[in-house]
DNA sequence: TCTGGGGTCCTAGGACCC
DNA sequence: TCTGGGGTCCTAGGACCC
């Protein structure tokens, strides 16, 4: 049987752990550069419905109607959430096999011989344990699927009756859950397809779980597939816990202000180029492509552009300067001069496990793996802009817009909290 | 004053090669 | 006289997740 563990509204929620004042208040948090609203704490979902402010819409459209519903803003705080999570996984691992799979969800793993019963039991004292240990709202559903953990887990908070714990174990159970659900509640139907599934006459996950795989394969593709397959209660997506390696890797930032100088865009792309480039090798990949884009905004007053270069390694590489050096090469091609851009990123594509072999002879990887051993093992060690190449420029220019910033109670000794007798 | 997230995987279609 | 396949690489965009 497994189980997924998430916390309710998790960035507005663990704004709550160390701030006792705001927790019977409605709690937004903002994206990166205080743009769009990612998460609700249930309060602000609630009145949030009523007043039309909701997650993902542009934060600027709804401020002056969020303040005067008295809701508390606040700006990412990725440093806080990174430590309520870890201790909210500990929580969960001191309970049976875990596995991470967000900041906020982990899936866990029982023997099949407990029962329902037994399992119940468990859920509510996972709850009440993460409760008392991290202040953390979650909720927990079983399943004898991932995909069916996760709707269990829907279960346990949008059901009629909910009680933060749902389990999928018989068929009746299945229907039960499932005829109630919206397809677009289902993990992997998004909007688009919902609505498809609709046109179709296909109303409720359940109706869903029904079709033939195979036929959805056809109208749909082979995510879909596995989906269906998961509803049913094939396992199909396998327990890992070794998270797969990533086939692609991204880093791309709006800039905080608009930028128009090919410097700064160079600056900001290197950035990007090195940040991949860490991810990359913390799994052990080669990467053959790689992808450079820079856009201006859709939004603003002026002709869209957007350019994107797809570049081939002779070698697949996994070191920074191979990439850097890519980087500035393809600078040219991506800058415009008058352009405003706002946005731009790198994206490493077309990976390999390092042992991959090249089929050509004659070309010869320029890596160096003990430089870039070191450069990762100094930069873990004392922080990650300890050592960092010039071609991102000497000043921090791109630091983020985060006006309403909590503090960091757990990662700065200024920040701890005080306890006033 | 100005403001619209970030990451991953998949697929359709065009260009090109043999 | 008229017609014609299959594979690979790349681009662009769709769709999903949190």
């Given at each position: 049987m497994?189980?997924l563990?998430?916390a309710?509204g998790m960035?507005a929620?663990?704004?709550?752990?160390?701030?006792?004042?705001?927790?019977?208040?409605?709690?937004?948090?903002?994206?990166?550069n205080d743009?769009?609203?990612?998460?609700?704490?249930?309060?602000?979902?609630r009145l949030g419905?009523?007043l039309g402010?909701?997650k993902?819409g542009?934060y600027?459209?709804?401020a002056?109607?969020?303040?005067?519903?008295g809701f508390?803003?606040?700006?990412?705080n990725y440093?806080l959430y990174?430590?309520?999570?870890?201790?909210?996984?500990?929580?969960?691992e001191?309970?049976?096999?875990?596995h991470?799979y967000s900041?906020?969800e982990?899936f866990?793993?029982f023997p099949?011989e407990?029962?329902?019963d037994y399992l119940?039991?468990?859920?509510?004292?996972l709850?009440?344990?993460?409760w008392r240990h991290?202040r953390?709202?979650?909720?927990?559903?079983f399943g004898?699927s991932?995909?069916l953990?996760?709707?269990?887990?829907?279960?346990s908070?949008?059901l009629?009756?909910?009680?933060?714990?749902a389990?999928i174990?018989?068929?009746?159970d299945?229907?039960?859950?499932?005829?109630?659900m919206?397809c677009?509640?289902?993990?992997?139907?998004g909007?688009?397809l919902?609505k498809?599934?609709?046109?179709m006459?296909?109303?409720?996950?359940?109706?869903?779980a029904e079709?033939?795989?195979?036929k959805i394969?056809?109208?749909?593709?082979i995510?879909?597939?596995n989906?269906?397959?998961?509803?049913?209660?094939?396992?199909y997506?396998?327990?890992?816990?070794?998270?797969?390696?990533?086939?692609?890797?991204y880093?791309?930032?709006s800039?905080g202000?608009?930028?128009?100088?090919?410097?700064?865009l160079k600056n900001?792309?290197?950035?990007h180029?090195?940040?991949a480039?860490?991810?990359?090798?913390?799994q052990?990949?080669?990467?053959?492509?790689?992808?450079?884009?820079?856009?201006?905004?859709p939004?603003d007053n002026a002709?869209?552009?957007?350019?994107?270069v797809y570049h081939?390694?002779?070698v697949p590489t996994?070191d920074t300067r191979?990439?850097?050096g890519?980087?500035?090469?393809?600078?040219?091609?991506?800058?415009?001069?008058?352009?405003?851009?706002?946005?731009?990123g790198v994206?490493?594509v077309?990976?390999?496990?390092?042992?991959y072999?090249?089929?050509?002879?004659f070309?010869?990887?320029?890596?160096d793996?003990?430089?870039m051993?070191?450069l990762d093992?100094?930069?873990?060690?004392?922080g990650?802009?300890t050592?960092q190449?010039a071609?991102?420029g000497?000043?921090?220019?791109?630091?983020m817009k985060?006006?309403?910033?909590?503090?960091?109670?757990?990662?700065?000794?200024s920040d701890?909290?005080?306890v006033?007798c």
């Amino acid at each position: 049987m497994l189980a997924l563990i998430d916390a309710t509204g998790m960035y507005a929620s663990a704004e709550k752990v160390f701030d006792p004042t705001i927790r019977n208040k409605p709690v937004i948090v903002l994206s990166n550069n205080d743009g769009c609203i990612v998460a609700m704490c249930p309060i602000a979902k609630r009145l949030g419905k009523e007043l039309g402010i909701s997650k993902f819409g542009p934060y600027f459209q709804v401020a002056d109607k969020a303040r005067k519903a008295g809701f508390v803003v606040k700006s990412s705080n990725y440093e806080l959430y990174a430590d309520i999570s870890q201790r909210m996984m500990e929580t969960c691992e001191s309970f049976g096999e875990t596995h991470i799979y967000s900041i906020d969800e982990c899936f866990m793993r029982f023997p099949d011989e407990y029962t329902k019963d037994y399992l119940e039991e468990l859920g509510h004292d996972l709850r009440k344990t993460i409760w008392r240990h991290v202040r953390l709202p979650v909720g927990v559903g079983f399943g004898p699927s991932l995909t069916l953990a996760k709707a269990a887990n829907h279960a346990s908070k949008k059901l009629p009756g909910a009680t933060g714990v749902a389990l999928i174990a018989t068929y009746n159970d299945r229907k039960h859950v499932l005829s109630q659900m919206a397809c677009d509640d289902v993990w992997g139907v998004g909007r688009r397809l919902a609505k498809r599934l609709d046109v179709m006459g296909i109303k409720n996950a359940w109706q869903l779980a029904e079709q033939p795989a195979k036929k959805i394969r056809k109208d749909f593709s082979i995510l879909m597939e596995n989906t269906v397959r998961e509803l049913k209660g094939e396992a199909y997506y396998q327990w890992d816990t070794v998270r797969p390696a990533k086939k692609e890797i991204y880093s791309t930032r709006s800039f905080g202000k608009r930028v128009t100088c090919n410097i700064e865009l160079k600056n900001a792309l290197s950035g990007h180029g090195e940040t991949a480039s860490r991810k990359m090798r913390e799994q052990n990949s080669l990467c053959a492509g790689m992808v450079i884009f820079a856009a201006s905004s859709p939004h603003d007053n002026a002709p869209y552009f957007k350019k994107s270069v797809y570049h081939q390694f002779e070698v697949p590489t996994c070191d920074t300067r191979i990439i850097l050096g890519a980087i500035s090469a393809a600078l040219p091609q991506l800058y415009k001069s008058g352009t405003r851009y706002y946005k731009c990123g790198v994206g490493l594509v077309d990976l390999h496990d390092s042992q991959y072999q090249q089929q050509d002879l004659f070309a010869v990887s320029q890596d160096d793996p003990s430089l870039m051993k070191m450069l990762d093992s100094i930069n873990s060690r004392y922080g990650r802009h300890t050592l960092q190449f010039a071609s991102r420029g000497i000043e921090q220019k791109f630091d983020m817009k985060r006006e309403f910033l909590s503090k960091r109670a757990t990662t700065r000794w200024s920040d701890i909290p005080r306890v006033m007798c």
